[in-house]
Antibody, heavy 127, light 111 residues
Framework: EEQLVESGGGLVKPGGSLRLSCAASGFTFSTHSMNWVRQAPGRGLEWVSS????????YSADSVKGRFTISRDNAKNSLFLQMNSLRVEDTAVYYC????????????????????WGRGTLVTVSS | NFMLAQPHSVSESPGRTVTISCTRS????????VQWYQQRPGSAPTTVIYEDNERPSGVPDRFSGSIDSSSNSASLTISGLKTEDEADYYCQSYDSSNRWVFGGGTKLTVL
């Protein structure tokens, strides 16, 4: 079964740091671009950051640029999000999310939607 | 950068048809395809429509997506509503800087 399991959430004070992890299983992790998407309590979805399969390309939302860093370890089937200088407004459930792709012969197509989500890990930033 | 605007909530009766809109604030809605996600309370989102009007396997054909250039919007239509369709629905697209953009979400009530 394809699965993403997040960990590392918790309570942290404003200005503090936290590192989220996501363990992937049941699929070839090293071939997929991965993302973090967050959802503040009672609010909508917000894309946070993405990383290509080989870590060559990294993109982040303006709201976290310079504070959050996405990374991955393909040998350990793991995705990470290092969060520094945390703010109250960073309080949210953080989802580890896989970008959809398809292989047609020798051609790899990356779609612009997410096809696998973890259950999320809650990060609370409060004094 | 652009934004995607959705109605905050919609409601309809079982068996009826409902349409949820997603309006792009700037740029052509057709220039970047649109996806739709369903999120039931306490669960992670799942895709119900991708690439404007494609359904993932397992999603019933009661769900359909479309694009309307005249209103610069995308729409999710759910026909034959069931109580199990009650959920939050989010549209999503992407910009030229490889960033994903979500709409604010629409709460669908089936009453």
């Amino acid at each position: 079964e394809e699965q993403l399991v997040e960990s590392g959430g918790g309570l942290v004070k404003p200005g503090g740091s936290l590192r989220l992890s996501c363990a992937a299983s049941g699929f070839t992790f090293s071939t997929h671009s991965m993302n973090w998407v967050r959802q503040a309590p009672g609010r909508g979805l917000e894309w946070v950051s993405s990383i290509s399969a080989g870590s060559t390309y990294v993109y982040s939302a303006d709201s976290v640029k310079g504070r959050f860093t996405i990374s991955r370890d393909n040998a350990k089937n793991s995705l990470f999000l290092q969060m520094n200088s945390l703010r109250v407004e960073d309080t949210a459930v953080y989802y580890c999310v896989r970008r959809s792709r398809a292989v047609l012969g020798t051609t790899v197509l990356e779609y612009w939607h997410f096809d696998l989500w973890g259950r999320g890990t809650l990060v609370t930033v409060s004094s | 950068n652009f934004m995607l605007a959705q109605p905050h909530s919609v409601s309809e009766s079982p068996g009826r048809t409902v349409t949820i809109s997603c309006t792009r604030s700037s740029g052509d809605i057709g220039s970047n395809n649109v996806q739709w996600y369903q999120q039931r309370p306490g669960s992670a989102p799942t895709t119900v429509i991708y690439e404007d009007n494609e359904r993932p396997s397992g999603v019933p054909d009661r769900f359909s997506g479309s694009i309307d250039s005249s209103s610069n919007s995308a729409s999710l239509t759910i026909s034959g509503l069931k109580t199990e369709d009650e959920a939050d629905y989010y549209c999503q697209s992407y910009d030229s800087s490889n960033r994903w953009v979500f709409g604010g979400g629409t709460k669908l009530t089936v009453l």
